[in-house]
């Protein structure tokens, strides 16, 4: 139960976080993209979810097409686990192969690199 609470308080404090940054434009810059000028694979993330939100799934795409892409199965996953956690049961979160979070990795570095390449992977205003 009190991984469920933290969850659940980590949430509130995202869309806390969301709903104080879109009223005051208070945002988390990029430390990678203001030391470097590079988009990391989660730049646009935040514009992303504001997106999301708003049901603009288009432009939600246009923030950042990989996280987009892995926000559906994440989220189907994450409430999977919380889930197991609320019954106590066994679930298939727990056997999930190191394989998929190498992948998930290896797809993250391929997109960070791919997207300072190719202009429209980066996470600009349409």
């Known amino acids: 139960m009190k991984k469920i609470r933290f969850y659940i308080i980590l949430f509130v404090l995202l869309i806390v976080y969301l709903i104080l940054g879109k009223l005051f434009n208070l945002y988390i810059p990029c430390p990678i993209h203001f030391i470097t000028g590079l ?14 939100i ?10 950042n097409p990989l996280l987009f892409i892995l926000f559906f199965p994440a989220l189907v996953y994450f409430i999977n686990y919380l889930y197991s956690l609320y019954k106590n049961i066994d679930s298939w979160y727990k056997k999930t192969p190191r ?28």
């Open 39 to 52: 988009y990391c694979p989660g730049c646009g993330i935040t514009r992303m979810l504001f997106s999301m």
């Open 54 to 63: 708003k049901l603009d799934f288009y432009q939600a795409f246009r923030y």
């Open 99 to 126: 394989i998929v979070w190498y992948i998930i990795i290896a797809l993250l570095v391929i997109f960070g690199i791919v997207r300072n390449i190719i202009p429209w992977l980066q996470p600009i205003d349409l």
